[in-house]
Structure formats: structure tokens, C-alpha cells
């Protein structure tokens, strides 16, 4: 197999995994929300419900968007939106004071952080034709 034609299904292979664990992660938004909407009041979150649902709603588009190659300036950039702005606010480790729930919460802003980094990349290169992409 050609060097391009394994890069190519390497990039794709990624964009799945990438795109779809963010749109599972905005969708189940929608299938927790009771349990999601307490966490974000509990935060601070502004209009706790309605920002339940929007997120979820950017999570699943721009998962989608990386996923299917449709639209991927506009799918990163709505990804990085969301990680940028609930990252800090969700995951704000340094302001808990019990030791295991502070683990977690730098846990999961690390991991927040780490796929901010893989969204800039794919916006970085989001002005190209990208292999296997969908055309509409």
C-alpha cells in the first residue's frame, strides 16, 4: 500500500475517533441532560439547561463535521468553542478542595486541553480537501 493511501486512511481512521467520541459526548448531553443540567447549576454554568443543550448541540455538529469531512473549519471551530469556554468552568481543578474530586476534575480538564490541541490542528488544516470526505 502506498505511503499517501496509509496516511490518508490514518487521517480518516482518526477523524472518526476523534469526531465521534466528541459527538457521543454532545449527544449524551441530550440523554443525560437531568443528571447534566444539576452538574452545570451546580458549576455556575449560565442558563444551566439551555447550555446543556447547547453544547451538546456544538459537540454533535462539529463531531460530525470532523467525521465526515463536511464543513471542518466550521466543525473545529465550533469544537474549540465549547472546550475553550466549558473547559475552565466545568473542570476548574484548582478551585475543589476534596483531593479525589480534584484528581478528576485535572483529569478531565487535561484531557479538555489535549482535544482543544487536536481541534486547532484540524482547524489548522481545515482549508484543504481532505481524503475520504463527504462531498455535498
Not at 453544547?55 to 466543525?75: D, E, H, I, N, T
Not at 473547559?87 to 478528576?104: A, K, R
Given at each position: 500500500?502506498?505511503?499517501?493511501?496509509?496516511?490518508?486512511?490514518?487521517?480518516?481512521?482518526?477523524?472518526?475517533?476523534?469526531?465521534?467520541?466528541?459527538a457521543?459526548?454532545?449527544?449524551?448531553?441530550?440523554?443525560?441532560?437531568?443528571?447534566?443540567?444539576?452538574?452545570?447549576?451546580?458549576k455556575?454554568?449560565p442558563?444551566?439547561?439551555?447550555?446543556?443543550?447547547?453544547?451538546?448541540?456544538?459537540?454533535?455538529?462539529?463531531?460530525?463535521?470532523?467525521?465526515?469531512?463536511?464543513?471542518?473549519?466550521?466543525?473545529?471551530?465550533?469544537?474549540?468553542?465549547?472546550?475553550?469556554?466549558?473547559?475552565?468552568?466545568?473542570?476548574?481543578?484548582?478551585?475543589?478542595?476534596?483531593?479525589?474530586?480534584?484528581?478528576?476534575?485535572?483529569?478531565?480538564?487535561?484531557?479538555?486541553?489535549?482535544?482543544?490541541?487536536?481541534?486547532?490542528?484540524l482547524?489548522a488544516?481545515?482549508?484543504?480537501?481532505?481524503?475520504?470526505?463527504?462531498?455535498?
Amino acid at each position: 500500500m502506498a505511503v499517501e493511501t496509509t496516511s490518508a486512511l490514518a487521517f480518516l481512521a482518526g477523524r472518526v475517533l476523534f469526531g465521534g467520541v466528541l459527538a457521543f459526548m454532545g449527544l449524551n448531553h441530550f440523554l443525560q441532560a437531568d443528571q447534566m443540567t444539576g452538574y452545570a447549576e451546580m458549576k455556575g454554568a449560565p442558563a444551566p439547561r439551555l447550555s446543556v443543550y447547547a453544547s451538546g448541540a456544538l459537540l454533535v455538529a462539529g463531531g460530525v463535521s470532523v467525521v465526515l469531512g463536511v464543513a471542518p473549519l466550521v466543525g473545529s471551530a465550533a469544537l474549540i468553542a465549547f472546550l475553550v469556554f466549558a473547559t475552565p468552568l466545568m473542570h476548574d481543578f484548582w478551585s475543589v478542595e476534596d483531593p479525589e474530586q480534584q484528581q478528576q476534575e485535572m483529569t478531565d480538564f487535561l484531557k479538555n486541553a489535549a482535544l482543544v490541541g487536536g481541534a486547532l490542528v484540524l482547524l489548522a488544516i481545515s482549508g484543504g480537501s481532505w481524503p475520504f470526505a463527504l462531498a455535498l
